[in-house]
């Protein structure tokens, strides 16, 4: 936190304007910085009355809210705070996309809330954004519609007709913005829809990693401060949120947006719809092309064994993308295979089997690579050959046992 202090940061003008002092606090490092506890000055975000809730009141205002609350345990503290409220609001079943994030699905386990799934066809590798009459559906089995906006490959379900399937059946709708923060102020941003929503400032706006924001509009908004108090760290960072506040106030940076695009045009990334997230068929050769590009110090946000997925901010500089744009130039590309999910004969025993030998047999635990931590094969499935490559060649999965994947024995 060197040179200027940001326009209009309240949270680090404080930590500024104090000089140094002797620490007899946490936490223990002792080093006489900015990372401080709650101190005379410095407000208590958990009944704020300072410089705190000066910070969050400006923020709802930024973000249309009626309330907005600062986290810094991520989007997955915003979820539960938000799926809390819907639930003190007299919902008890939500409908959710089938590939919706983890965090959702054990909300609602911790909660006693029932998920209602809606059905996310995978077109060559990717889920699609649930269908309106797929949320229409679901809606009318459950209390609350809670949909991603946008998802990590850079697509945005259809929200404007989602509020009107929520309007006219009063019932709650609740967004998972972890990866639209950066779209404040434009018209696909999910607080120009939703009742209660989260913004995952660290990811694509510039905060520091765990930097979040949840907010509601009137109706629900106290309902979210319970959830809020019951789910969030008693022992706020306050770098963290210094830096929500600073990334919430970052301004667009249209030139990146444009220079995005062309980029996108130029790798024959996929057509998605939002410019922060691009994200570039490699297929069998993807493994090959992230060394390649990790060679020349380049890293990108995952590689799901297809795709290679870089993700951007407005603090994305155009050089970085030009570096990017070149290093992608003559990278041999494979075929992303559209390996169908078929339905297996569940049941029976489950077995650990070695991924080699796993084709064909019926997957028993969701298995999959993160980021983007979406299943690649889900309990129940036929495990095509596809899946073997992608989840053999994975740097990080999840549901495999010591490299091997439980099935079902006949
Ligand atoms: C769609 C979605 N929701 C929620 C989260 C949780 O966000 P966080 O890691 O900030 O807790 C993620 C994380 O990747 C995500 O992809």
């Known amino acids: 936190m060197r040179g200027r202090v940001p326009r209009g940061c309240r949270i680090y003008a404080m930590l500024r304007a104090q000089g140094r002092h002797l620490s007899f606090h946490t936490p223990g490092h002792k080093r006489r910085g900015e990372d401080i506890t709650e101190l005379s000055y410095s407000d208590n975000l958990l009944s704020p009355t300072g410089v705190l809730a000066a910070a969050e009141k400006e923020i709802a205002a930024l973000l249309g809210a009626e309330k907005s609350f600062l986290l810094t345990d991520g989007s997955t503290c915003g979820v539960f705070a938000m799926l809390y409220a819907a639930k ?11 590939y919706c994030h983890r965090s959702v699905l054990n909300a609602c386990g911790v909660m006693g809330l029932t998920p209602v799934f809606m059905e996310q066809p995978v077109r060559c590798g990717i889920p699609a954004q649930p269908a309106v009459c797929e949320m229409a559906r679901a809606l009318a089995q459950a209390d609350a519609l809670l949909l991603t906006s946008p998802d990590y490959y850079g697509y945005f379900p259809d929200l404007a007709a989602a509020r009107s399937l929520c309007v006219a059946a009063g019932k709650l709708l609740l967004v998972d913005g972890a990866h639209g923060a950066h779209l404040k102020g434009t018209p696909r941003y999910a607080g120009n829809f939703a009742d209660l929503w989260v913004d995952g400032v660290h990811k694509s706006l510039p905060a520091l990693t765990q930097g979040a924001v949840v907010s509601a509009k009137e109706g629900a908004a106290e309902a979210l401060a319970d959830g809020v108090r019951i789910f969030r760290t008693s022992s706020p960072s306050y770098p963290v949120m210094a830096s929500v506040e600073y990334a919430v106030r970052y301004p667009r940076n249209r030139a990146v947006e444009r220079a995005a695009e062309a980029l996108k045009r130029e790798a024959g990334a ?17 493994g090959a092309a992230q060394q390649a590009l990790e060679r020349r110090r380049i890293y990108c946000e995952f590689n799901d064994g297809n795709y290679l997925m870089f993700y951007l901010s407005p603090a994305t500089t155009l050089r970085a993308l030009k570096k990017l744009a070149s290093a992608l130039r003559g990278l041999p590309r494979g075929h992303v295979r559209d390996e169908a999910h078929t339905a297996g004969m569940g049941g029976g025993n489950v077995v650990l089997c070695p991924l080699k030998e796993a084709a064909g047999k019926v997957c028993a635990c969701d298995c999959g690579i993160f980021p983007p931590c979406m299943p690649v094969v889900r309990r129940g499935e036929t495990i095509g050959s596809d899946a073997v490559r992608r989840l053999s060649e994975a740097k990080n999965t999840f549901g495999l046992t010591d490299g091997k994947i439980k099935v079902y024995t006949e």
């Open 270 to 286: 996929l057509k998605n719809e939002d410019w922060s997230k691009i994200v570039v068929p490699f297929g069998e050769k993807s």
């Open 88 to 98: 003190r609001l007299g919902a008890a079943k939500i409908a959710v996309s089938a």
